[in-house]
């Protein structure tokens, strides 16, 4: 996930929460809750045909059977990857919320001062 993925992300959540955060009772969501909604909500998928596809360019002379299992170790290796990037995009993205409601309650608390 990009760094513009993430502020989005939180951005949306925001939005979304807003009456909540306003009231106060809302909660930042977990790590697992948030790698469960960035798994949810954007699309990583491995691409089977493209790796293929570049393996067979890299190795002409192997077999269906070698480039098997090259399919297997780069889809393993992917998954990790992906396991590991979901986990640091799901923490940046609840800094990313908690700075936003930070941010909303500076802006609430200096409007109160200014207009109240």
Excluded at 6 to 29: F, H, M, W
Excluded at 80 to 102: D, F, G, K, S
């Amino acid at each position: 996930m990009y760094s513009s993925d993430i502020k989005q992300c939180a951005r949306q959540i925001v939005k979304e929460s807003l009456n909540r955060i306003l009231a106060g009772t809302y909660d930042i969501p977990s790590l697992a809750e948030m790698e469960h909604f960035l798994r949810e909500n954007f699309d990583h998928t491995f691409d089977e045909y493209q790796v293929a596809q570049k393996i067979k360019r890299s190795h002409p002379t192997w077999n269906k059977e070698q480039v098997e299992g090259e399919i297997e170790r780069s889809r393993r290796h992917y998954e990790n990857e992906l396991r590991v990037n979901l986990r640091v995009a799901a923490l940046n993205t609840i800094e990313e919320i908690e700075n936003l409601i930070i941010s909303l309650n500076n802006a609430i608390r200096e409007w109160k001062v200014l207009n109240l």
